[in-house]
């Protein structure tokens, strides 16, 4: 009888620190590892950015990109993307989501940040759920922006690319302060919507949206702040068209 031969399992502590997965991966030869995360996932307007990140090195810092200032991010950004092996961002509008669905949506998109990246990883590392139909293995992390050094790599470029983007949604809808919520469902966000009703970058499927008991939707020339083309100015993508 022939028995199949199956490696044997790596043991990763999560008291090993940030690059314990990374160096167990690259021990048995799985390396290079890509880390994917999101951002934007509980907004209710605006896009979901999804990351992907190959690393080029040890970047003292990295972490939970929520519990980092925006200053630190924006400089953790430079350095991440100016040092990492590969960097891949995909953008999901609104428009998407509510058709798709969100998790869809999620799933989709890690997917298509890890086809896009310039160099194939030989292993991936999600943040808090697998993602199956990857072509290479792949494992859903708990809390892998708090435990995987790539994870938090990606959360960090994912967070800062939406965070502009956001800002720039700002000029063309300033009524509703994205720029201070970045779309999540605040108090004022949600005043907002009952007062002046959604408008185009608004998720419809939500909730939050759905409830606003507004009336049409808002257009670019209602709100009336910042020509269309200057949104998404300066943000920095990576992988490919939106």
């Not at 991440?80 to 998407?96: C, D, K, L, Q, Y």
Request: with cysteine.
């Amino acid at each position: 009888m022939t028995v199949a031969f199956r490696p044997r399992p790596s043991v990763v502590r999560r008291d090993l620190g940030l690059y314990g997965y990374e160096r167990a991966l690259d021990r048995r030869g799985l390396g290079p590892v890509a880390g994917v995360d999101e951002a934007g996932r509980g907004a209710c307007a605006g896009p979901l950015v999804v990351a992907a990140v190959v690393l080029g090195g040890r970047i003292d810092g990295l972490g939970d990109s929520k519990q980092l200032t925006a200053s630190r991010r924006e400089s953790l950004y430079e350095r991440i993307t100016a040092t990492a092996e590969a960097v891949s961002v995909m953008v999901i509008p609104p428009g998407e989501i509510d058709a798709r669905g969100l998790h869809r949506s999620n799933i989709d998109g890690m997917r298509r940040a890890v086809a896009r990246l310039p160099r194939q990883p030989g292993y991936v590392l999600t943040d808090g759920f697998p993602v199956p139909g990857l072509p290479m293995p792949s494992l859903g992390v708990w809390k892998g922006d708090q435990v995987a050094a790539c994870i938090a790599a990606a959360s960090i470029v994912a967070k800062v690319t939406r965070d502009e983007m956001m800002v720039a949604l700002h000029e063309r809808h300033p009524r509703y302060g994205f720029a201070v919520h970045k779309g999540y469902g605040t108090v004022d966000h949600r005043r907002a919507l009952r007062t002046y009703g959604p408008c185009p970058d608004h998720r419809f499927s939500f909730s939050t949206v759905a409830r606003s008991g507004a009336g049409e939707v808002m257009g670019e020339n209602e709100l009336g702040a910042g020509a269309s083309d200057r949104a998404g100015r300066g943000v920095r993508l990576t992988g490919g068209p939106v």
